[in-house]
């Protein structure tokens, strides 16, 4: 049988540090923003929160597409693996 595989893709650690970085410095001023922001202490609260929230919705989003994708590539290959076997299995000069 023939397998074919996709190729897979991984992030380098260089990508995955300033990703990381980036978040945190976007976080750290984000906070610093809403700190030092000329507003009574439950507005600044309900900013934050509202951070929180929707940092938490964006992970989960992404997450959500990842599993998506990922089950998409399963039943691809799923599929391609039967598809295989078939012609595999198929001889053209077998009378029916």
Same mark, same amino acid.
């Given at each position: ?13 260089a990508f995955y540090g300033q990703a990381v970085a980036s978040f945190g410095v /976007?976080? *750290?001023?984000?906070? &610093?923003? @809403?700190?030092? +922001?000329?507003?009574? /202490?439950? *507005?600044?609260?309900? &900013?934050? @929160?509202?951070? +929180?929230?929707?940092?938490?919705s964006c992970f989960t989003l992404a997450k959500v597409i990842r599993d998506r ?28």
């Open positions: 049988m023939n397998e074919t595989s996709s190729v897979k893709q991984q992030s380098t650690s /976007a976080m *750290v001023a984000v906070a &610093l923003g @809403i700190y030092f +922001l000329d507003a009574d /202490a439950w *507005v600044r609260g309900f &900013l934050a @929160i509202g951070v +929180l929230y929707l940092v938490t994708q990922e089950e998409g590539r399963i039943v691809s290959r799923v599929d391609q693996a039967r598809l295989e076997k078939i012609l595999a299995d198929h001889d053209p000069f077998q009378k029916l």
